[in-house]
């Protein structure tokens, strides 16, 4: 279901910055089923790639054999990402709080000292910054949802709306946070992740239940519709290619 409902938010012609796992299923979903013209641009340089199986990393030969240009890393960045080039970044989390931000760093409020020590940021900061919009595709716990932070890798919203622009961060940040529970999406008042949706089968106790802070419940909340048979066939030929 996070899969699905991450392809349904993808439209065509976007230029979509994957990185490996369900962003890439999901985005290789949406290109088999309603945005053949998807851009997909992956870390390691490939540019316009079009994988008939899903790569097993941002190496994966099969990225760069279907790509429409390869160029360097330090081109991804300097020239695609950092200009604004990208429409969509796809970003997870160890922690995500109230205000979209991201944790991946450390568990713990001692930084030299941590409970536990995470892999990192790696290009998340810059995703963040400057995609015009960040998905952020996350199970969704008590563990993970928390209030605030312990460390902000990458900036969301920050304590809410408008920090984003003193910072002078181009992108609009987190527009869209999808769980194995539902859909959020920030106020456009205050930025905070508000529930918009959730998936079938899953009740807003549930929700609410599984998310460290008071989660606010959209007026017309609405319900994911189910997977059509055109949308599993597809993932099921994804996953089992090889």
Not at 35 to 53: C, F, N, Q
Not at 158 to 179: D, F, H, N, Q, S
Request: proline fraction near 7%.
């Amino acid at each position: 279901m996070m899969s699905i409902a991450a392809a349904r938010a993808l439209t065509g012609g976007q230029r979509v910055f994957v990185g490996i796992g369900l962003p890439s299923t999901a985005a290789n979903l949406a290109r088999r089923t309603h945005a053949e013209d998807l851009v997909l641009i992956y870390e390691s340089g490939t540019l316009g790639s079009k994988p008939t199986r899903l790569p097993a990393s941002i190496g994966d030969g099969i990225l760069a054999d279907t790509a429409d240009a390869v160029i360097s890393v330090p081109e991804v960045f300097n020239y695609w990402l950092q200009p604004g080039r990208i429409d969509v970044g796809f970003l997870g989390a160890a922690q995500l709080d109230k205000f979209g931000n991201i944790n991946t760093t450390v568990i713990g409020a001692d930084y030299a000292d941590p409970k536990v020590r995470l892999p990192g940021a790696g290009g998340a900061p810059e995703i963040a910054a400057n995609c015009h919009e960040v998905y952020v595709v996350v199970r969704q716990s008590k563990r993970s949802f928390v209030e605030q932070v312990d460390f902000i890798t990458s900036f969301g919203h920050g304590r809410g709306k408008g920090e984003r622009e003193k910072l002078g961060l181009p992108g609009a940040g987190p527009t869209l946070v999808i769980t194995d529970l539902g859909v959020m999406r920030p106020d456009p008042e205050t930025a905070e992740l508000v529930l918009t949706q959730i998936h079938e089968g899953v009740t807003v106790e549930q929700v609410k239940d599984a998310t460290g802070w008071d989660l606010k419940v959209a007026p017309e909340l609405e319900t994911t519709p189910p997977p059509t048979e055109a949308e599993l066939t597809a993932l099921r030929e994804l996953k089992a290619a090889k």
